[in-house]
């Protein structure tokens, strides 16, 4: 735990000596809050609370170069620093709080520091400093008084030492605004040891925590019952959590945040997840925590492409486990990401399902342009259910050569893949190079005729014919060796064949996108016969 000093230092030489997850609890929530302020740069009052806001200053025990900011000077030096805020007409109220008085004197002077130490500071009309030398909760309403009206957005900070100050009511009232949002510290260890004591007064203050009027022994005191509690009783729609463990790897406390918001969720679970990636890529149970018992800390830094391509992997397999042989939409799939899988939602992940196949189809609704994932939030999806899969193969075999010979130059070949799912997966350049691939495969096979001289030397797709070998031979048995599996309403592609189609099918092989050896596609073929048998149609390509 943090060993504040209470010594009466000058202001400038108090700093608070503590253990290494302190750090990276100010690092959650200056990442956290770069992201607020971002978001809500365009409303007119933004709120930003600290009642247990220290002296300011931190540095790490026995290493007297490690120094950083705390989170009152910490959130200040973002604000003035920060670019959306510099360009909107926002103004920013911040309140902090220190109760011991030459630790409150101490963070004063480095409110009025930090304006000197910054560029370009924001002015003092439009980032409005009050700093409080009161007790927490009262000070909450100190701070209502002073601003006349409830404010429509606060983030609150709530780092109290131990657990009896951090009550209940308070935490409703913090969230009891439009847009309040808390993240709150948990003291994991010290209510597991209230959980076995017991003396009386201990235990009502554990059922202060919890917002219960008396304590008792079925009460479970973790922090799974109280975030359960937070959403019950408190107005908060989300929550989430994160470990901090001691140098034993012990679990001590718990920043937990709160929110009505889906999109704090969605942010906070991408900070948290990264920092916890960042600081132990080896992390399997996916319970975000830092722990003092390893002790290399993250680079600063914001927190795009944070899922490996491994995550993105393990997150599409969730998100096929549950909508397998189901329609659904993009907003569904963000749900369910954010509230029931480890994971932070990034498009990676669908470009990812789409890869393995697990993707059926995606209708764009945008007007013939090449589909994109972020761009049709309205469009449908469909997942592969295990009986499309073996369907879905065997039709693509079947209908493939008369789809492929209407390519006849090298441009054809781009044009088509843009237009299926290869669109959704991959970039323009990586499709160049799978076609270039397939172009290659073809004309080893016999199977076309292409200027291979020039066709080598193409850095990009141009009108090189294309002319194929044999009009009546089958080259199924070529798709059957590519991984791209393709298949398109031949009746529109007859019409306009490549640039106005809307509805494309993806086509699953092998679990990981793999390309199939020849063995495993021939044994395939006997399933497109069998299905020939069943349906001159061969199954529906309307894809709603
Ligand atoms: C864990 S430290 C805060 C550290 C700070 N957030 C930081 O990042 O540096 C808790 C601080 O709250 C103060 N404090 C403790 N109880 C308080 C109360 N009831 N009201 C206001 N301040 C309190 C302590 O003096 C101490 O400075």
């Known amino acids: 735990m943090n060993s504040c000093s209470q010594s009466v230092l000058p202001p400038s030489d108090q700093i608070d000596e503590v253990h290494p997850h302190t750090f990276i609890k100010v690092r959650i929530l200056e990442r956290y809050l770069n992201a607020w302020s971002a978001k809500f740069s365009g409303t007119t009052d933004m709120v930003y609370f600290d009642p247990f806001a220290g002296v300011g200053r931190i540095k790490s025990k026995g290493s007297p170069n490690s120094e950083a900011d705390g989170s009152a000077i910490a959130a200040l030096r973002l604000f003035h620093n920060h670019r959306a805020l510099k360009n909107k007409p926002v103004t920013i109220r911040v309140f902090l709080n220190e109760r011991e008085t030459p630790r409150f004197h101490a963070l004063e002077s480095r409110v009025s520091e930090i304006k000197t130490l910054v560029e370009d500071p924001l002015p003092e009309q439009r980032l409005k400093v009050t700093v409080f030398n009161r007790e927490y909760p009262k000070v909450i309403d100190d701070m209502f008084h002073d601003l006349q009206i409830i404010p429509r957005c606060i983030f609150s900070f709530i780092d109290p030492y131990g657990y009896k100050d951090n009550t209940f009511e308070a935490i409703r009232k913090l969230l009891s605004p439009q847009k309040g949002e808390v993240l709150v510290l948990f003291c994991t260890f010290a209510i597991a040891k209230v959980n076995e004591s017991s003396y009386r007064v201990y235990k009502e203050h554990v059922a202060n925590v919890f917002g219960l009027p008396i304590w008792t022994p079925e009460l479970r005191a973790d922090v799974n019952r109280y975030r359960d509690q937070l959403q019950k009783c408190a107005g908060a729609k989300y929550t989430l959590h994160f470990s901090m463990r001691d140098n034993r790897d012990r679990r001590i406390y718990e920043l937990v945040y709160a929110t009505k918001d889906f999109g704090g969720l969605k942010v906070m679970k991408t900070v948290m997840y990264s920092m916890s990636q960042e600081l132990d890529r080896e992390m399997q149970d996916f319970e975000f925590h830092f722990s003092d018992f390893k002790t290399q800390r993250p680079e600063r830094g914001d927190t795009q492409n944070t899922m490996s391509d491994q995550a993105h992997k393990a997150c599409a397999e969730c998100l096929y486990d549950h909508f397998q042989g189901k329609e659904t939409t993009l907003m569904e799939i963000e749900e369910h990401v954010l509230l029931r899988t480890a994971y932070p939602y990034f498009i990676g992940t669908l470009k990812a399902a789409a890869a393995s196949r697990f993707i059926l189809s995606a209708e764009s609704q945008n007007g013939g342009r090449r589909p994109k994932w972020n761009t049709f939030q309205s469009s449908k999806i469909r997942f592969a259910s295990h ?158």
Not at 469 to 478: L, M, Q
Not at 494 to 516: F, M, T
Request: proline share 4%.
């Open 387 to 544: 009986s499309q899969l073996a369907d879905d193969l065997a039709s693509m075999l079947r209908n493939a050569a008369g789809q492929a010979r209407r390519l006849r130059k090298v441009d054809d070949f781009v044009e088509y893949a843009k237009f299926t799912w290869l669109g959704l997966a991959y970039t323009v350049d990586e499709i160049w190079t799978e076609v270039k691939l397939v172009i290659e495969d073809l004309h080893r096979q016999g199977k076309i005729i292409c200027d291979m001289g020039r066709f080598s030397k193409a850095t990009k797709p141009g009108k090189l014919p294309v002319k194929w070998t044999n009009e009546k031979e089958d080259i199924r048995s070529y798709f059957g060796v590519s991984s791209r599996r393709i298949q398109t309403d031949r009746q529109k592609m007859r019409q306009h064949p490549y640039a106005d189609e809307r509805k494309v099918r993806v086509l699953p092989s092998g679990p990981s996108g793999e390309r199939r050896d020849r063995g495993v596609l021939e044994g395939s073929e006997e399933k497109n016969m069998e299905f020939s048998r069943n349906s001159q149609e061969g199954p529906s390509h309307d894809t709603h």
